[in-house]
């Protein structure tokens, strides 16, 4: 096994006494060395949180018997527990329509070696983004949404995603509402950027929207998506400050600079397994 890599543990459940004894001692007496572990506890709630990552080099346990061991700690707790390993990097999908820069920006950190994900094919509903796909050697595949074929195509698109072996699919300014037959395809795992600081302005023409109300600031959002328009779990946000003499071309201009910036961080931290869900919101481990 290669001594680079190492498992990542993320636990919810109940908060009680011993939740910390029972998992480190759970992994140090199998040989492993705990690298990083953090930490929250919502007293509201009473929920507990963990993530808890170990280097797998002297582990006495074979990687495809660690998820099972869990579980009768897993039972004893109550715990929701998720299981990832270094080596197996996520495979992401990134759909898009006709604005570039989310989609050049995610290619180009990737390109540099900064997003350690694979990237197997670009989904759009135009083709006008298929130049960006064929620069950076990335399979481009078009399917063309109408009102009448949207559910023939959203069919198609899932099982090219599970031929593929997708299991991130981001939304890089992808103007199509997903289907729920999408979202239950892929649950948390599909993440979109949103052009305003949700919950203001949601569904269409959000900077038209704040440019009316004239706002002070305007902000990008990225959160998860679900069945409730633009409501998904937020993973990251962040703002600008604009003023009354900036017109809505200028709060797309600037806003586009937030977008690519929060929708990069917040696919960062998903494919690092820092994100847990847990009632329409989200513990972020940075």
């Not at 072996?165 to 950027?193: C, G, H, K, W």
Request: net charge negative; charged share 25%; with cysteine.
């Amino acid at each position: 096994m290669p001594a680079a890599d190492t498992a990542t543990l993320l636990i919810h459940c109940p908060d009680r006494p011993g939740l910390v004894h029972d998992v480190t001692g759970f992994i140090s007496s199998h040989q492993g060395n705990i690298i990083d572990l953090q930490q929250h506890i919502d007293p509201a709630e009473n929920a507990f949180f963990m993530r808890l990552e170990w280097n797998l080099e002297k582990f006495t346990l074979e990687k495809e018997e660690i998820f099972a061991r869990l579980q009768p700690m897993a039972r004893r707790h109550e715990m929701q527990v998720r299981l990832h390993f270094a080596s197996q990097r996520k495979r992401v999908a990134l759909f898009v329509t006709k604005e570039n820069h989310c989609l050049y920006d995610l290619l180009a950190r990737h390109e540099a070696g900064e997003l350690p994900v694979d990237i197997p094919l670009i989904v759009a509903n135009h083709e006008t983004l298929k130049p960006a796909a064929e620069r950076f050697g990335i399979p481009f595949y078009h399917f063309p949404i109408t009102k009448d074929n949207k559910a023939a195509q959203e069919a198609a698109q899932i099982e090219l995603l599970k031929k593929e072996r997708i299991d991130t699919v981001v939304l890089a300014r992808y103007m199509q509402i997903i289907s729920p037959a999408m979202i239950e395809a892929f649950p948390n795992q599909i993440l979109n950027i949103h052009h305003s600081f949700l919950p203001a302005f949601v569904g269409a023409k959000p900077y038209h929207q704040a440019h009316v109300r004239g706002v002070k600031i305007i902000g990008a959002t990225s959160h998860y998506v679900t069945a409730d328009l633009d409501e998904g779990p937020i993973i990251h946000q962040d703002v600008m400050c604009v003023s009354h003499e900036d017109s809505v071309q200028d709060l797309v201009r600037l806003g586009r600079d937030l977008e690519k910036t929060v929708l990069a961080k917040a696919l960062w931290w998903h494919v690092r397994d820092q994100v847990l869900v847990y009632q329409n919101k989200t513990v972020v481990f940075d």
